[in-house]
């Protein structure tokens, strides 16, 4: 019988990372399924209150969308069978039912910076990592092996402690490749994009009108184009750039990347853009130093799912 892999999705980011690794490990039995908890969190997921989360309805739905278009193996929770490896994007949280199995840890994206909630989780084990976002990504050791974007990466992770026997650089699909953006249809060029953050979503402060205010100084006499993140309240975002800067262009949907490669300069926070950014030698301000976020893009090899799976085929036969 073949052997089985279970693939935890998330976000359409993490979800499209994961279909990309199994499409390289066609010998095995593969299921997917939509990011989910045990014990309290995944009560609060079943009432509706982590919507703003990868546990949350909406973004299941879009996960679960994806799968049976592509016609996969859709397993919610990972009950159905008894599997030899689980691959993820984030070890924030692993249900019981998962810690006993052959883990193998894809990087996501970027790792948000680490604020005092991380030094908690860090340091107190009754402080659960995911209250500090992904600043805690690898901390679990749950997994056989921890696949990274980058060498800088790599030094990164193991200063906050995580065994490096247990990393493998292989950089991340979605980012292994920015080139290919270049080559595209977006009607727009040499402009300056920003593209905006959830934080208040997710309950942390953001003044958006003295931050637009800012992007509009950057940008002098370009034009300004904002690309709002999937998780924001668009009709909110809308209204405060008409108001405060009405001659910039606003874009919820459509391709971030391509919008990157035709941009003269990025503006981010703490988001995975940056690395598309970064990999085109675009001019990018973010919360990182530019020597920093140099030795953190994820490596240019075109080929991150394939040493993905090579590695999952280590763990599973191994």
Known sequence: MKKK?????????????????????TEYEQYFSPFFSDGLLGTASDLGMLEFTIMGKKRSHRTLEYLRSHHLQIDIGGFLHSYDL????????VPK????????????????????????????QWVPRWI????????????EKFCVASDGYRDLFISKGVNPAKIEVTSIPNFDNCAKYLHNDFPHRDYVLVCTSDNRE???YENRKKN???YLEMAAEHQLIFKLHPNEN????????????????????????????????????????IFVGSALNKEVYCGLDSDVLKSLTPLQNNSAARMIADVCRQVVDG
């Open 5 to 25: 892999i279970l693939f935890i999705c998330g976000s359409m980011n993490q979800t499209t990372q994961m279909h990309q690794i199994a499409g390289w490990l």
């Open 86 to 93: 689980v691959v993820t994007c984030t070890d924030l949280i």
């Open 97 to 124: 039912h998962i810690r006993s199995k052959k883990i193998v840890l894809v990087q996501e994206g970027m790792t948000e910076p680490e604020t005092v909630l991380y030094h908690l989780a860090r340091n107190f």
């Open 132 to 143: 500090a976002g992904t600043a805690t990504t690898g901390l679990s050791d749950s997994y």
């Open 202 to 204: 997710t309950f942390i």
């Open 212 to 214: 637009i205010e800012k």
């Open 234 to 273: 668009v009709e909110r975002a809308i209204k405060e750039i008409e108001r405060y800067a009405p001659d910039s262009l606003v874009f919820s949907e459509g391709k971030t990347e391509e919008m990157i490669a035709n941009s003269r300069m990025l503006i981010a926070q703490f988001s995975s853009t």
